[in-house]
């Protein structure tokens, strides 16, 4: 079966007699004048991150995403093979050093040594929610980062949150002593067959209530956040937090460290509407705004509100420090 609409003519997906292809073609992907695209692998799954690590060996880092089983490849000459599989996914980043491979997948840092041997560095990350622990690079300070993502779109969880069903007491964690006003929000039970409504309030879990001035006491795994720690996973420490989604972090040439940040989301018991996505030149130990602000604004600000939707109520009575202005912003994808 080929798709016959004009638009799909040159889409991936290629059927004859039960067998999936999928045809690549590299004229459908715009590129500046002067530059051009081609096909360099192919038969890959959900290749998250590529890896050089001399001057042929590629390493893939495969999600899992699509297959329930994250993987660690290795491309040589033109052929792939599996280095190491059954990671959680999503898998969402790899680094290299010495010969041992460090990977970041749902709840773990693992390494992989030079003789296949594996051990879970990093454990009990908060990454049951929306978003999980991200990629994970070496530092100018031969440290390990990574991100880590919140588990809810704005800080409060509600129908939206699918896991709720199999991690009902999960919520989002901050870096810091904060002092919350107390809101609740009201959704429809997500454990009842009715219509019976349940509150909830922030950085707490579904159906648990906030008081108002009530207190958080700040986590090192705190969700959306950056942490690192040694080589061997000891001395985890928090470098910032108040980033609902560092989906990715690097550090420029001049040791600067880089966070793209997902912005939020119009959805949920506290949905924010025209949020951008955020580059962000991270320093040690700020906050960078989540859940209350987005490009240095507060999200009570009318232009973050759909016509005949809620206005968006701010969740914490004061903050750590006035959070920095992004690097850049992009389009919310």
Not at 36 to 59: R, T
Not at 110 to 135: A, H, K, Q
Request: proline share 7%; hydrophobic share 35%.
């Amino acid at each position: 079966m080929k798709y016959k609409d004009k638009k799909y003519e040159n889409l991936c997906i290629q059927q004859d007699e039960g067998e999936v292809t999928r045809v690549l073609n590299p004229s459908d992907i715009n590129v500046p004048q002067g530059y051009s695209i081609d096909v360099f692998a192919e038969g890959l799954d959900a290749p998250i991150e590529m890896l050089f690590i001399n001057d042929s060996d590629i390493l893939i880092a495969d999600a899992g995403s699509t297959s329930g089983n994250g993987k660690v490849m290795l491309l040589r000459d033109g052929n792939v093979s599996i280095i190491a599989e059954g990671f959680i996914p999503p898998l969402l980043g790899i680094a290299y050093r010495e010969g041992n491979i460090y990977v970041s997948h749902k709840g773990y840092i693992t390494v992989i040594r030079s003789d296949g041997m594996r051990e879970n560095i990093i454990s009990g990350l908060p990454s049951y929610g929306d978003y999980s622990n991200t990629n994970i690079i070496f530092g100018p300070d031969n440290k390990l980062y990574f991100g880590m993502g919140s588990a809810t779109n704005s800080g409060v969880v509600g129908r939206d949150n699918t896991w709720i069903y199999n991690y009902p007491e999960f919520h989002d964690y901050p870096g810091d002593y904060i002092i919350l006003n107390g809101q609740n929000f009201e959704s429809v039970n997500a454990f009842s067959l009715g219509d019976e409504q349940v509150l909830t309030g922030a950085f707490a879990p579904y159906g648990i209530q906030n008081l108002p001035f009530e207190m958080r006491k700040g986590v090192t795994k705190a969700t959306g956040s950056i942490l690192r720690c040694n080589i061997d996973g000891t001395g985890l420490e928090l470098v910032a937090w108040g980033l609902r989604n560092p989906a990715r972090i690097r550090f420029s040439s001049g040791h600067q460290l880089y966070a793209a940040n997902h912005g939020y989301d119009y959805r949920g018991s506290r949905p924010i509407a025209n949020a951008v996505d955020e580059l962000f030149a991270i320093q040690e130990g700020l906050w960078y705004g989540w859940p209350d602000y987005t490009n240095g604004e507060l999200v009570n600000s009318s232009r973050f509100v759909i016509p005949g939707g809620p206005n968006p109520e701010l969740l914490l009575n004061s903050y750590p420090n006035q959070p920095p202005t992004p690097y850049a912003i992009f389009p919310h994808n």
